[in-house]
């Protein structure tokens, strides 16, 4: 579940098969800049994490990975 929280609005909430999430981070390695973290699923595209850093949003999205590739294994 991701919920997305906007100033003066209501909550949203996004509900995804963790079978069928994708993540993906931009990145450009030859400049070494770090751009958008995106969840791809059923043809949505929600960018999370755009309030951390390029380096958190890295390691976030190194830690995200691990759960979700944990999680679909379990089961």
Do not use: M
Not at 7 to 13: A, L, R, S, Y
């Amino acid at each position: 579940v991701v919920y997305r929280y906007l100033p003066k609005k209501p909550v949203q909430e996004f509900r995804l098969n963790r079978h069928w999430v994708r993540l993906d981070l931009a990145e450009d390695k030859a400049r070494e800049l770090i751009g958008a973290l995106t969840v791809h699923s059923h043809g949505k595209v929600l960018e999370i994490g755009s309030f951390l850093g390029p380096d958190e949003r890295k390691e976030f999205y190194r830690a995200l990975n691990r759960a979700l590739n944990k999680a679909c294994i379990s089961q």
